[in-house]
């Protein structure tokens, strides 16, 4: 069972109805190319996220991981083009590309096992990009620079995965599942020890805890969740390139998740609504040139300025503005 | 592979062998004139910045506003070469500075922190970059002196330039070897890696010695921006690449050792060059596959030091 | 979390209302919604610029007016990534409902849109400049119109001219290794294959700039050097090709003779000037359509634009005319589906600045005429003039679809012709 106070349960509810109101009030684009697209790419930023606060690995790696479902999603796709060898029906081809993901994850963890925090940081990011231009190099698998293109995804109930409602349900459904499940896992003994090994993990490994073995779950876990996350944005994206998991995409994953506030689970997708908005309409009212100056402005000062992101910043001021404060002590993920 | 490989049959000889061995050593020495400036700074604070690509941009770009104009100038033309290496490494030098001062220096000790800020400065000196100077690729003439090629023994006609990359690389190399071992301002350095607060406890100005070792790690980015912009054209997209090899150059060799960074860019260079000989397709991802060879068969890199 | 959560829905509502009200005072009936993308970031944001430029002047020349309907153009820009270029697509056609889109700019972004475009029901999209060929050789979609000719295109005649006019019979090929270099060397080999020469090939990473140990590789009896990179590139090549005393003739891709290249002061010069190449456009033409383009750019924009419209510019602006054309024929009527608007683009028939003639295929590709250009001092100013014409090139060069399919897509490894050993 999940364990969370009868209030947060009430909350997460609310959330939960509202969000499956929307289609009522919402015109297609936003339910899909707002909401939709910030919760797909938010999947991704919570398996950062997760791997941040639980853990305290800060892992650029995620969007690769992601990337190799996206990868492997295409490449068993019944629908791409060019077809591949291996291509299968979409029921098939999306567990096998999740599995791919968890793997990926695991390897990940297994290279990074002995470093942290700074290394940690510059390590999966020499991956990430060594992935992205393999990807570039390769014609056989990943149909190099123009990557595997037409990949629409399943129909669901008949219907074409692009539906609005039918992409904007799945990717709520995927959304919430993931959410939960880090709730769930982080109150396992198996997520207690997680946070007891980023605390100290001499102390852990002293009580007699595999903390590389943890470690290495936890990069495993965190890789079949950001594997959701890139089979849905493969499906969005009607297909996969190189420059999906190069560099910008892995920096704009961080921007999302350090936005939202790596303290909490629920940062990753408030970061993630905040920069499509930001990525969508900025644009239109500052003009295009100078988005990139924008957006590196809006994060800096985030750093700067509320190191624990928006969600942070929110509870601080809930709290100053005398509402009961957080009877749940979250540890704050120190930057 | 194809037909890359038949030609390099063709000309397996030691005079090809030898080449591609120089071309990798040049290569290595830019690289490592840019990456020792990252080295040092980690070195001391332990700040991994994240922004040393848009550094290396800074020098090459306001060096070359500098010099497009003195050198189509009668007068200036001669020394307008090293009047840019001076503005580039000065503006470099003046902007590592300014971000130590104003942002990274009173969060010393939140690495991850000082990374984020880091990423944040340089997607907007990026953005900036193609704001003021535009998106034109440029580069820097060869100065008379040092242009066209030269005889040396068994190679045959070699580029002047490129040899004087390595007699530049291993100036700078025993110059930060003297810095830090002969000079009281290196035995602060060496000593701040030990302990920070130690230092700090016996009456040593550490912001002041942070903001002089960051200015000069950011000076030695902007001299290899120059440099790097008379080998090869500047274009917006080099601060990721030399970002990235910086990473690599110092996880392979060792952090914040100077020894270490040398024989990291040594192989990083010499693994572009052969690799683009041996196999083109995938020479890009050998870099990589040496850093993760190396990290796990010596996570500190081949010169790093054990963690105390 | 409860405060956090509410506080978050009611600024995203406050968003959402304040969206609608701009998209509500914009849905009129009467303008004529045209979007454009193409790249205003990064390292290609200069070609981008010079495209709007372009366009522009073709929106202008009829003051925004087709037909007694307004037209209203709203811009975007990706960065010439593919997921980027979608999702300035979506906004586009969802949120700010426009009728046509006229972009991308790069070769991955064009094939994005082309799969975007099959989804659509009475919308189009007209390519601004992107020139993979995949983007209507294979799978189109009916949807997708491209006024401008591609990679393969854009090669016919030069390996005729390296064989038999300047004597080649062996080259050495350095050429990026990716998908728009491996349609502008298919484009060259077949020509010059056929006639006999051998090709040494030695493909370089995308944005290799030291080039040096390539060069090292240059089998003794090569004849000329085919130089199949972007202008930044080419800079590198050639700089080092000239440091160690290089001195073969040079053959050039479409997209080598850029602005970069030309522009730049350096030792390279000597090898440059003289160097043959083939493409859509050349500063240099005596096509009186061509110098009244140019003339007319160079007024419009003086200092700010180029010095000569860039092949950016000529794309879009090519793209831009034929929407315009055909919302004239039709007296702006997108009713049913664009049905008779779709029908006048793919019956289009006209004349592109270039002075090239353009008409569509079954694909809706370009069927257009290809120039052969050489670099030349003018005046001290570096400029690429045409020398000849190739006239009425399709994508299939000239063959059916299925014997030119036959011949497989081009790879690093199609086609093959190596030198006998």
């Given at each position: 069972m999940i364990m969370m106070t009868s209030r947060q349960w009430l909350a997460t509810a609310a959330g939960v109805v509202i969000l499956l109101s929307l289609p009522l009030f919402l015109p297609n684009f936003w339910l899909v190319n707002i909401f939709g697209r910030a919760m797909v790419y938010g999947v991704v930023a919570l398996s950062l996220t997760f791997l941040a606060h639980y853990g305290g690995f800060v892992s650029l790696a995620q969007t690769m991981v992601a990337g190799v479902a996206g990868y492997a999603v295409a490449m068993m796709a019944p629908t791409a083009i060019p077809l591949?060898?291996?291509?299968?029906?979409y029921f098939a081809a999306i567990p096998l590309a999740l599995l791919a993901a968890t793997v990926a994850g695991a390897i990940v963890g297994m290279i990074a096992v002995n470093t942290r925090e700074i290394y940690l940081l510059m390590i999966t990011l020499a991956l990430a990009v060594g992935l992205s231009l393999f990807a570039q190099s390769n014609?056989?698998?990943?149909?190099?620079?123009?990557?595997?293109?037409?990949?629409?995804g399943p129909e669901v109930m008949g219907l074409p995965f692009r539906t609005p409602l039918v992409f904007y349900y799945v990717a709520l459904g995927v959304a919430v599942s993931m959410f939960l499940l880090v709730l769930y896992v982080v109150r396992t003994p198996f997520g207690l020890v997680l946070q007891a090994i980023r605390d100290s993990d001499r102390r852990a490994a002293a009580i007699g805890y595999y903390v590389g073995l943890h470690r290495i779950a936890s990069f495993a876990l965190a890789g079949f969740i950001a594997g959701w996350g890139g089979v849905l944005i493969t499906f969005y994206n009607i297909g996969i390139t190189p420059s999906s998991i190069g560099l910008w995409a892995t920096v704009a994953v961080l921007i999302m998740a350090v936005i939202g506030g790596?303290?909490?689970?629920?940062g990753a997708f408030i970061g993630a609504l905040i920069y499509t908005v930001m990525d969508t309409f900025a644009s239109s009212i500052i003009?295009?040139?100078?988005f990139n100056t924008l957006i590196g402005l809006v994060f800096l000062a985030i750093v700067l300025l509320?190191?624990?992101?928006v969600w942070g910043l929110g509870k601080r001021l809930s709290t100053a503005l005398?509402?009961?404060?957080?009877?749940?002590?979250d540890r704050e993920t120190s930057l | 592979m194809g037909f890359a490989g038949r030609a390099e049959e063709e000309n397996v000889s030691l005079q090809f062998i030898l080449t591609v061995t120089l071309n990798g050593l040049t290569l290595a020495s830019l690289y490592f004139i840019v990456a020792s400036g990252f080295s040092l700074i980690f070195g001391l604070m332990?700040?991994?910045?994240?922004a040393h690509g848009s550094l290396y941009m800074v020098g090459a770009y306001v060096g070359f506003a500098v010099y497009d104009p003195l050198y189509a100038s009668d007068v200036w033309a001669s020394h307008a070469w090293l009047i840019g290496i001076a503005a580039g490494i000065l503006a470099a030098a003046l902007v590592g500075l300014f971000m130590q001062v104003a942002l990274l220096g009173w969060m010393q000790g939140q690495e991850l922190r000082q990374a984020l800020v880091t990423i944040g400065l340089s997607i907007i000196i990026a953005d900036q970059l193609l704001a003021l100077f535009g998106g034109n690729p440029f580069r820097f003439f060869t100065p008379e002196l040092l242009f066209g090629p030269t005889e040396l023994p068994v190679i045959g006609r070699y580029p002047i330039f490129r040899l004087f990359q390595v007699v530049l690389a291993v100036a700078v190399g025993i110059g930060l070897w003297l810095l830090l071992n002969k000079t009281k301002l290196g035995i602060v350095v060496r000593a701040g890696v030990d302990d920070r607060q130690m230092l700090a406890a016996c009456g040593v100005n550490v912001p002041l010695v942070a903001a002089t070792v960051f200015a000069l790690g950011a000076g030695l980015a902007g001299l290899g921006g120059v440099i790097g912009a008379t080998a090869q054209p500047m274009a917006l997209g080099v601060d990721a690449r030399f970002l990235l090899m910086s990473l690599v150059v110092v996880i392979v060799g060792g952090m914040g050792s100077i020894g270490g960074t040398a024989l990291g860019a040594l192989l990083i260079g010499l693994a572009e060059q052969w690799g683009q000989v041996l196999f083109p397709t995938y020479s890009v991802i050998l870099t990589f596959v040496i850093m993760a060879t190396v990290l796990a068969v010596w996570p500190q890199g081949l010169l790093g030091r054990k963690p105390t | 979390m409860l405060i956090s959560r509410r506080n978050t829905v009611a600024w995203a509502m406050g968003t959402v209302a304040a969206m609608f009200a701009v998209t509500g005072a914009l849905a009129q009936d009467g303008p004529i919604r045209i979007g454009s993308i193409t790249?205003?970031?990064?390292?290609?944001a200069t070609g981008g610029q010079d495209a709007y430029r372009a366009m522009e002047m073709a929106f202008e020349a009829i003051d925004y007016t087709i037909g007694g309907r307004q037209i209203e153009w709203i811009r975007e820009s990706s960065n010439a990534t593919p997921d980027v270029a979608l999702a300035r697509a979506r906004k586009l056609i969802e949120?700010?409902?426009?009728?046509i889109i006229i972009g991308p700019l790069s070769g991955a972004e064009g094939i994005a849109l082309r799969d975007y475009s099959r989804t659509l029901e009475g919308k189009t999209i007209v390519n601004g400049s992107s020139g993979a060929?995949?983007?209507?050789?294979?799978?189109?979609?009916?949807?997708f119109f491209r006024f401008n000719t591609e990679g393969t295109q854009w090669m016919a005649g030069l390996g005729t001219y390296a064989y038999e006019?300047?004597?080649?019979?062996?080259v050495a090929l350095v050429a990026a290794d990716y998908a728009f270099p491996y349609a502008q060397v298919f484009g060259f080999m077949h020509e010059y294959c056929e006639l006999g020469g051998a090709v040494t090939k030695l493909w370089s990473p995308l944005?290799?700039?030291?080039?040096s140990s390539i060069i090292a590789q240059?089998?003794?009896?090569?004849?000329a050097v085919v130089l199949i990179q972007g202008g930044t590139d080419a800079l590198a090549f050639l700089t080092q090709y000239a440091e160690v005393g290089g001195d073969l003739p040079i053959i050039g891709g479409?997209?080598?003779?850029?602005q970069t290249l030309l522009s730049a002061r350096g030792p390279h010069q000597s090898l440059m000037e003289g160097m043959v190449a083939a493409g859509p456009?050349?500063?240099?033409?005596?096509?009186p359509n061509w110098q009244d383009f140019v003339a007319r750019y160079r007024e419009r924009w003086?200092?700010?634009?180029?010095?000569s419209p860039s092949i950016h510019a000529v794309n879009y602006y090519t793209n831009t005319i034929a929407v315009i054309q055909a919302l004239e024929e039709v007296g702006g009527d997108l009713s049913d589906n664009q049905a008779a608007f779709q029908a006048a683009l793919a019956a289009a028939e006209f004349t592109a600045p270039t002075g090239a003639n353009v008409a569509l295929d079954h694909n809706r590709q370009a069927i257009s005429d290809i120039f052969l250009t050489r670099i030349v001092n003018d005046g001290g100013t570096m400029r690429t003039e045409a020398f000849g014409r190739t006239p009425n090139v399709s994508q299939t060069l000239g063959m059916d679809q299925d014997a030119f399919m036959a011949?497989?897509?081009?790879?690093?490894?199609?086609?093959d012709c190596p030198p006998a050993r």
């Open positions: 591949g060898p291996l291509a299968m029906p014609i056989t698998w990943f149909r190099g620079y123009e990557g595997i293109r037409n990949i629409i790596l303290g909490h689970p629920l003009g295009h040139d100078r509320s190191p624990d992101g005398g509402k009961r404060p957080q009877v749940n002590a | 332990r700040t991994v910045n994240m | 790249t205003l970031e990064g390292p290609f949120q700010d409902e426009v009728d060929a995949d983007t209507t050789l294979r799978d189109p979609s009916p949807n006019e300047m004597g080649s019979r062996h944005n290799t700039t030291d080039f240059f089998p003794s009896d090569v004849d479409s997209i080598t003779a850029d456009i050349a500063d240099l033409n005596e096509d003086g200092s700010e634009g180029f010095d011949l497989g897509s081009p790879s690093r490894d199609n086609p």
